[in-house]
């Protein structure tokens, strides 16, 4: 078997089946498995997509009784997986048909590479930094926390950390793969082992990246598009963001870096602790200027151009119907759109990225992206499912 595309989700099931439909049109013409790990979700996720996709004797579904957290769950899939590559998938992804097909060619063609990550883009089409990172050594960590690496993105000494100095149309050695979509050799994870257990949540990836490159292998970076959902829409300055960001990155230092420890350990726990209670007295300041919108008030108030064919189209319109929302067909000039809904039967979902990056590099608003399957018989957006 050539490939195992194993997905982890925890209550994201209209996002799982979202991706699962984009991962099986990838698939088409390459040997390989789909493994779905449920951290007990309980909100019926196995069971949904299990019935969308029956026919698919592909697919596989390994339901934990516990949340077991992300590296756990991920462990239990490759263990159990056949595939000769192992892509570790987010199911708040959308993939391109190409994906598997461009990953495969590379390390077939290219023994010294061990693992790829891809070109992601954030819901509204732009560039995801976290595509490309650097390994977060102790000056790399230091220029990011101190905002070096914000000041000067390009830099080679300072922007290390997200490598903005590369050119994100282009294949490349990178050093760190993000977890959202990491194309692994089976080999590799073989000889290094697989995700460490003790990260809670994030650096499960930068250690295994850092981990693989030691078996003597490269990482590099294809520049094949996917959507990640949640690199756009994830609270990035919340007080629990910041403290479990930073505290990963500790766990790795003291893992690789124990030399640095108690240099580290100060600094690391200053920068969480400053960055939370500036993010408190933000969020304090903005709640007493203005009264933040509530997630109904922003559809109310947001507007959506329905993209598929007219049987589809009315579909999508009965929803937009019942949900009270401002909708078009047809695209009106003088209309700033908040999300473009793509019919993911009727456009290819190469197309539909390119169309998405295409209007965020435009001089037009940029819009973000939502999906209507008829299998589903829903509009998914980042932040909520709309029903009929």
Known sequence: MKVSVIIVNYKVKYFLAQCLHSVLKAMEGIDGEVIVVDNDSQDDSIDYVRELYA?????????????????RANNIAIRQSKGEYVLLLNP???????????CVALLDSNPGIGATGVRMLNENGTFAPESRRGIPTPFTAFCKMVGLAKLFPKNRLFGRYYMKYLDEYAATPIEIISGACMFIRKSVLDECGLLDEDFFMYGEDIDLSYRMLKTGKQNYYVPTRIVHYKGESTQKNTFRYVYVFYEAMYIFFRKHYASYNWILSIPIRSAIYAKGAMEFVSRRLRGWCKKPQTQQEFLHSAHFLLKGSNRTTEAMAEICDR?????????????????????????????ILEELERRSKSKKSVVCLATYSPRMECILLSCCCLKK
């Open 92 to 102: 708040d992804t959308v993939v391109n048909e190409h994906l598997l097909a461009d």
């Open 55 to 71: 026919q698919y004797p592909q697919i596989r579904f390994i339901e934990n009784k516990e949340n077991l957290g992300f590296a």
């Open 323 to 351: 949900n009270k929302l401002n909708y078009d067909v047809v695209e009106n000039a003088t209309i700033k759109y908040d999300y473009v809904v793509f019919d993911v039967e009727e456009y290819s979902y190469s197309q």
